[in-house]
Protein backbone atom coordinates (compact mmCIF):
# COMPACT_ATOMS: atom_id res chain seq x y z
CA UNK A 1 0.00 0.00 0.00
CA UNK A 2 1.03 3.62 -1.05
CA UNK A 3 1.86 5.74 1.65
CA UNK A 4 1.20 8.57 -0.96
CA UNK A 5 -1.96 7.84 -2.56
CA UNK A 6 -3.19 9.88 -5.98
CA UNK A 7 -6.45 9.73 -4.93
CA UNK A 8 -8.26 10.00 -1.57
CA UNK A 9 -10.21 6.72 0.02
CA UNK A 10 -13.96 7.02 -0.39
CA UNK A 11 -16.11 9.46 1.84
CA UNK A 12 -12.81 11.65 2.11
CA UNK A 13 -13.94 15.02 2.57
CA UNK A 14 -17.65 14.19 3.44
CA UNK A 15 -17.51 15.22 6.66
CA UNK A 16 -16.09 18.44 8.95
CA UNK A 17 -13.23 16.64 9.61
CA UNK A 18 -11.74 15.56 6.42
CA UNK A 19 -12.75 18.46 4.67
CA UNK A 20 -10.97 20.58 7.24
CA UNK A 21 -7.80 18.24 6.92
CA UNK A 22 -8.12 18.87 3.23
CA UNK A 23 -8.64 22.66 3.55
CA UNK A 24 -5.39 22.38 5.78
CA UNK A 25 -3.59 20.37 2.70
CA UNK A 26 -4.40 22.94 0.06
CA UNK A 27 -3.09 25.88 2.67
CA UNK A 28 0.41 23.98 3.13
CA UNK A 29 0.12 23.56 -0.77
CA UNK A 30 -0.46 27.76 -1.14
CA UNK A 31 2.03 28.46 1.40
CA UNK A 32 4.77 26.57 -0.47
CA UNK A 33 4.03 28.17 -3.81
CA UNK A 34 3.73 32.09 -2.15
CA UNK A 35 5.99 31.55 0.39
CA UNK A 36 9.48 30.44 -1.86
CA UNK A 37 12.15 31.56 0.37
CA UNK A 38 10.77 31.12 3.99
CA UNK A 39 9.65 27.54 2.97
CA UNK A 40 13.25 26.91 0.85
CA UNK A 41 14.93 27.94 4.37
CA UNK A 42 12.45 25.57 6.45
CA UNK A 43 13.45 22.62 3.78
CA UNK A 44 17.30 23.58 4.19
CA UNK A 45 17.15 23.37 7.67
CA UNK A 46 15.71 20.38 7.58
CA UNK A 47 18.11 18.69 5.64
CA UNK A 48 20.73 19.85 8.14
CA UNK A 49 18.54 17.61 10.84
CA UNK A 50 19.01 14.81 8.65
CA UNK A 51 22.71 15.26 8.21
CA UNK A 52 23.13 15.13 11.90
CA UNK A 53 21.06 12.70 12.81
CA UNK A 54 21.01 10.34 9.72
CA UNK A 55 23.82 7.40 10.31
CA UNK A 56 25.19 8.98 13.13
CA UNK A 57 27.12 5.62 14.80
CA UNK A 58 28.47 5.75 18.49
CA UNK A 59 27.53 9.37 19.08
CA UNK A 60 29.49 11.08 21.98
CA UNK A 61 27.67 11.47 23.98
CA UNK A 62 24.50 9.15 23.47
CA UNK A 63 21.75 10.10 25.25
CA UNK A 64 21.44 13.35 23.68
CA UNK A 65 20.76 11.97 20.53
CA UNK A 66 17.83 10.70 21.21
CA UNK A 67 16.50 14.39 22.32
CA UNK A 68 17.59 15.61 18.77
CA UNK A 69 15.71 12.97 16.97
CA UNK A 70 12.58 14.06 18.61
CA UNK A 71 13.14 17.60 18.42
CA UNK A 72 13.53 17.27 14.63
CA UNK A 73 10.10 15.42 14.68
CA UNK A 74 8.11 18.16 16.29
CA UNK A 75 10.11 20.61 13.82
CA UNK A 76 8.38 18.85 11.01
CA UNK A 77 4.74 18.11 12.45
CA UNK A 78 5.28 22.38 13.60
CA UNK A 79 6.12 23.25 9.95
CA UNK A 80 2.93 21.44 8.77
CA UNK A 81 0.65 23.10 10.81
CA UNK A 82 2.42 26.57 9.90
CA UNK A 83 2.57 25.87 6.26
CA UNK A 84 -1.17 24.50 6.57
CA UNK A 85 -2.27 27.76 8.77
CA UNK A 86 -2.77 26.28 12.32
CA UNK A 87 -0.43 29.11 13.58
CA UNK A 88 -1.67 29.09 17.46
CA UNK A 89 -0.78 25.77 18.22
CA UNK A 90 2.36 25.41 16.05
CA UNK A 91 3.86 27.06 18.72
CA UNK A 92 3.62 23.84 21.33
CA UNK A 93 5.50 22.03 18.82
CA UNK A 94 7.88 24.49 18.38
CA UNK A 95 8.39 24.51 21.86
CA UNK A 96 8.51 21.08 21.95
CA UNK A 97 11.39 20.64 19.92
CA UNK A 98 13.45 23.51 21.99
CA UNK A 99 12.57 21.30 25.30
CA UNK A 100 14.00 18.15 23.96
CA UNK A 101 17.10 20.14 22.55
CA UNK A 102 17.63 21.88 25.80
CA UNK A 103 16.94 18.08 27.60
CA UNK A 104 19.72 16.40 25.56
CA UNK A 105 22.58 19.03 26.16
CA UNK A 106 21.23 19.73 30.04
CA UNK A 107 21.89 15.70 29.92
CA UNK A 108 25.07 15.27 27.96
CA UNK A 109 26.89 12.74 28.90
CA UNK A 110 25.97 12.67 32.46
CA UNK A 111 24.92 8.91 32.95
CA UNK A 112 23.67 9.52 36.78
CA UNK A 113 21.47 12.65 35.88
CA UNK A 114 19.83 10.45 32.34
CA UNK A 115 19.48 7.31 35.19
CA UNK A 116 17.42 9.62 37.30
CA UNK A 117 15.73 11.35 34.54
CA UNK A 118 14.49 7.95 33.04
CA UNK A 119 13.48 6.67 36.46
CA UNK A 120 11.28 9.35 37.30
CA UNK A 121 8.15 7.41 37.48
CA UNK A 122 9.59 5.29 39.62
CA UNK A 123 7.80 6.34 42.96
CA UNK A 124 7.16 10.25 44.37
CA UNK A 125 10.32 10.46 45.59
CA UNK A 126 12.26 10.53 41.90
CA UNK A 127 9.31 12.00 40.91
CA UNK A 128 10.13 14.73 43.07
CA UNK A 129 14.40 14.46 42.65
CA UNK A 130 13.70 14.90 38.64
CA UNK A 131 11.50 17.87 38.95
CA UNK A 132 13.57 19.76 40.76
CA UNK A 133 16.72 19.20 39.23
CA UNK A 134 15.27 19.74 35.36
CA UNK A 135 13.72 23.36 36.25
CA UNK A 136 13.24 25.51 33.51
CA UNK A 137 15.87 27.84 35.32
CA UNK A 138 18.37 25.23 35.47
CA UNK A 139 18.64 24.48 32.10
CA UNK A 140 18.75 28.09 30.76
CA UNK A 141 21.32 28.73 33.00
CA UNK A 142 23.35 25.93 32.05
CA UNK A 143 23.33 26.87 28.56
CA UNK A 144 24.40 30.36 28.98
CA UNK A 145 27.16 29.28 31.35
CA UNK A 146 28.17 27.09 27.64
CA UNK A 147 27.11 29.92 25.38
CA UNK A 148 26.14 33.13 26.50
CA UNK A 149 24.64 34.07 23.17
CA UNK A 150 22.96 30.83 22.34
CA UNK A 151 21.54 30.50 25.74
CA UNK A 152 20.14 33.83 25.60
CA UNK A 153 18.46 33.13 22.29
CA UNK A 154 16.91 30.42 23.54
CA UNK A 155 15.82 32.24 26.93
CA UNK A 156 13.92 34.86 24.09
CA UNK A 157 12.55 32.24 21.70
CA UNK A 158 11.00 30.25 24.56
CA UNK A 159 9.37 33.11 26.61
CA UNK A 160 8.14 34.32 23.07
CA UNK A 161 6.50 30.60 22.12
CA UNK A 162 5.06 30.82 25.59
CA UNK A 163 3.78 34.37 25.00
CA UNK A 164 1.94 33.25 21.39
CA UNK A 165 0.52 30.41 21.72
CA UNK A 166 2.40 27.50 23.69
CA UNK A 167 0.70 28.69 26.89
CA UNK A 168 -3.21 30.05 26.75
CA UNK A 169 -1.36 33.67 26.65
CA UNK A 170 -3.26 37.12 25.67
CA UNK A 171 -0.40 37.52 22.42
CA UNK A 172 -1.37 34.37 20.92
CA UNK A 173 -5.35 34.21 21.66
CA UNK A 174 -5.39 38.03 19.82
CA UNK A 175 -3.15 36.67 16.93
CA UNK A 176 -6.01 33.82 16.42
CA UNK A 177 -8.63 35.86 17.09
CA UNK A 178 -11.28 38.27 15.68
CA UNK A 179 -14.37 40.61 16.78
CA UNK A 180 -17.29 40.73 14.19
CA UNK A 181 -19.98 43.79 15.24
CA UNK A 182 -22.87 43.64 14.05
CA UNK A 183 -26.12 46.10 15.28
CA UNK A 184 -26.88 44.98 18.42
CA UNK A 185 -24.32 41.72 18.89
CA UNK A 186 -20.49 41.39 18.72
CA UNK A 187 -19.37 37.74 17.18
CA UNK A 188 -16.08 36.58 18.36
CA UNK A 189 -14.79 34.31 15.45
CA UNK A 190 -11.86 32.15 16.44
CA UNK A 191 -9.62 31.50 13.37
CA UNK A 192 -8.55 27.90 12.92
CA UNK A 193 -6.26 28.32 9.25
CA UNK A 194 -4.88 31.31 8.73
CA UNK A 195 -4.47 33.11 5.35
CA UNK A 196 -1.67 35.13 4.13
CA UNK A 197 -0.90 38.05 6.42
CA UNK A 198 1.52 39.40 8.99
CA UNK A 199 0.62 36.41 11.44
CA UNK A 200 1.59 33.55 9.03
CA UNK A 201 4.83 35.62 8.17
CA UNK A 202 5.80 35.75 12.07
CA UNK A 203 5.31 32.28 12.00
CA UNK A 204 7.35 31.16 9.13
CA UNK A 205 9.92 33.46 11.09
CA UNK A 206 9.75 32.17 13.89
CA UNK A 207 9.64 28.61 13.27
CA UNK A 208 13.11 29.04 11.32
CA UNK A 209 14.35 30.87 14.37
CA UNK A 210 13.39 27.95 16.48
CA UNK A 211 15.26 25.48 14.20
CA UNK A 212 18.88 27.63 14.11
CA UNK A 213 17.80 27.37 17.73
CA UNK A 214 18.07 23.63 18.27
CA UNK A 215 21.07 23.06 15.73
CA UNK A 216 22.79 25.58 17.50
CA UNK A 217 22.60 23.74 20.86
CA UNK A 218 23.34 20.68 19.11
CA UNK A 219 26.38 22.37 18.36
CA UNK A 220 27.02 22.37 21.66
CA UNK A 221 26.85 18.62 22.05
CA UNK A 222 28.48 17.93 19.08
CA UNK A 223 30.66 20.09 17.53
CA UNK A 224 33.22 17.60 16.10
CA UNK A 225 30.18 15.90 13.85
CA UNK A 226 28.69 19.36 13.03
CA UNK A 227 31.65 20.72 11.59
CA UNK A 228 33.27 17.32 10.13
CA UNK A 229 29.40 17.52 7.93
CA UNK A 230 29.73 21.14 7.20
CA UNK A 231 26.52 21.74 9.36
CA UNK A 232 27.87 24.50 10.98
CA UNK A 233 28.95 26.46 8.33
CA UNK A 234 25.68 26.24 6.75
CA UNK A 235 23.84 27.29 9.50
CA UNK A 236 25.43 30.25 10.00
CA UNK A 237 24.82 30.74 6.24
CA UNK A 238 20.85 30.88 7.31
CA UNK A 239 21.42 32.60 10.66
CA UNK A 240 22.55 35.50 8.94
CA UNK A 241 18.81 36.03 7.58
CA UNK A 242 16.99 35.71 10.60
Known amino acids: MSSRPNTPPPGWGNDTLTAYLDEFRGNQFATYHNKRQQVADLITLDELFE ?15 TFLL ?16 QLYEAQALLRLALEHASYGFFIGGDTARWTRWMKRNDDEKSRKI ?5 TAGAIRRA ?9 GHFEFLYERLIDFGAHPNEQGFSMSTKLKKEPGETHILSIYLHDDGVPLDFALKNTAQIAICVLQIA ?6 RM ?3 QIRQDLDQITTRY
Open 70 to 85: RAHAAYRVAVSSVLGG
Open 227 to 229: ELQ
Open 219 to 224: YLIYPT
Open 143 to 151: LKRADAKIG
Open 51 to 65: RLLKGARDPDPQMPM
Open 130 to 134: VREEF
